[in-house]
């Protein structure tokens, strides 16, 4: 009797559900985007993807749902570059036909197994959204920094394609990754991996104009395996935090902000912040007010070493140079470091707190989907009152000797 009064109820239910206006219960009802494994019976009827990520501050890339596929959209596949499109076909679902916009864009079934990650910003985000277990490939193993990444590694699913900065298109071929994300650069390994059948997609999170919209990216990644409702949590409370820590800073005091440069200078010329970058954005939410800030620049220029004197000679604080052991050490590579203010008054700071013995920092591969805690950082450094009570997590400043 409990079998048939079961059975009775379930028809009951969908009888109501049609009834209402849905011509799809079953489908209605499953709960979330498959995250692993591939759809075994396909219903033409059913959305998929019922998780979607809403982009809120991040320019640089686009999704558009459709019941069974995502096409995704990287604005500037890399510097000064056209734009790609890439549909992203949920596993076990038949792959759309393309043509018109999507003619020639390159197909990516998820949630994907097997991950190539080129740059070390990458594996943050899947640390933040848990999935370690599909990253297989990294450029460099000796760059792997945190005890989650570490080890992943150690169980030996994680091949070094590109130890010498150089990619081993054969290599990458021979793994037969589900993709491989390039960090923005364009490479000769591309095609040859393309032509192979493996997707090569572009992560180019670093051209963002802020910080927030350089760690929404964690939704990008999201993407490819079918995360997003993670995602979506993730960065809303990341944000939050971030925007509670601008407010106390931006109430500051015109006159408490400091006067920020940044970069080092090589064989005469000094690479900066662009004044569009997401830096820039930072040391304005921080509180502080940019040397730079006029630049049009969203990247990392270049400029004279003595024009960096002329508009950096009385900034208050320098940071985000780096390689110094001491103060002492600075004027041995540059003598003229003598002429900034930040230099004699040793308000030179760097994010090498946290770097092992073979050279990872910490700060390349977390920092990008934690802001909050960079901005925390930066505002300790130029109004220290407001956070007594904070330890730094990435910056120091550079010793004496």
């Known amino acids: ?27 209605r009802a499953a709960a979330g985007n498959v ?32 019941a069974s ?41 998820v949630p994907v197994t097997s991950f190539f990650a080129s740059s070390t910003t990458h594996l943050s985000l899947l640390v933040g959204l848990g999935r370690l277990d599909v990253l297989t490939g990294v450029s460099r193993l000796r760059e792997l920094i945190g005890d989650a990444l570490i080890a992943r590694a150690a169980t030996g699913h994680v ?60 939704k990008y990644l999201a993407l490819f395996v079918n995360e997003e409702q993670r995602a979506q949590t993730i960065y809303g409370r990341m944000k939050a935090r971030y925007q509670a820590l601008r407010a106390r800073a931006s109430a500051q005091p015109e006159s408490t902000r400091p006067l920020v440069m940044t970069g080092r200078s090589t064989r005469g010329t000094f ?16 509180g502080g007010r940019y040397v730079w800030a006029d630049n049009s620049s969203v990247g990392a220029p270049s400029v004279d070493l003595e024009a960096q ?19 002492t050490a600075m004027l041995d590579d540059e003598p003229r470091y003598a002429a900034f203010k ?24 977390r920092s990008v989907s934690h802001p909050d805690v960079v901005l925390a950082d930066l505002v300790k450094i130029f109004h220290p009152s407001l956070l007594p009570d904070r330890s730094f997590e990435w910056y120091m400043r550079v010793p004496e000797r």
């Open 1 to 27: 009797m409990r079998v048939l009064v079961s059975r009775t109820c379930v028809f009951a239910l969908i009888a109501a559900a049609i009834v209402a206006g849905d011509a799809s219960p079953v489908a």
């Open 35 to 66: 995250t692993k494994g591939c759809v075994h019976t396909f219903d033409g009827t059913a959305d998929y993807f019922q998780d979607k990520v809403r982009i809120e501050d991040a320019v640089t890339f686009s999704v558009q749902y459709h």
């Open 69 to 109: 596929y995502k096409v995704v959209t990287v604005r500037e596949a890399n510097p000064a570059g056209s734009s790609e499109r890439y549909v992203l076909v949920q596993c076990g679902t038949p792959a759309p036909r393309l043509e018109g916009a999507l003619a020639g864009a390159q197909v990516v079934t």
């Open 159 to 218: 091949r070094e394609f590109a130890p010498a900065s150089v990619i081993d298109a054969e290599l990458v071929v021979s793994n037969r990754p589900s993709l491989l994300m390039s960090g923005g650069a364009s490479s000769p390994a591309f095609p040859v991996i393309r032509a192979a059948g493996i997707p090569v997609v572009a992560n180019t999170e670093w051209l963002e104009p802020t910080a927030l919209a350089r760690a929404e990216w964690l």
């Open 271 to 286: 690479t900066i912040a662009g004044g569009r970058s997401y830096v820039a954005a930072l040391i304005q939410d921080a």
């Open 309 to 327: 004197i002329v508009r950096a000679a009385n900034a208050d604080v320098w940071i985000n140079g780096g390689g110094w052991p001491s103060l």
């Open 342 to 365: 930040a230099y004699r008054q040793k308000q030179v700071w760097v994010y090498e707190r946290r770097v092992t013995p073979a050279g990872a920092n910490d700060y390349w591969s």
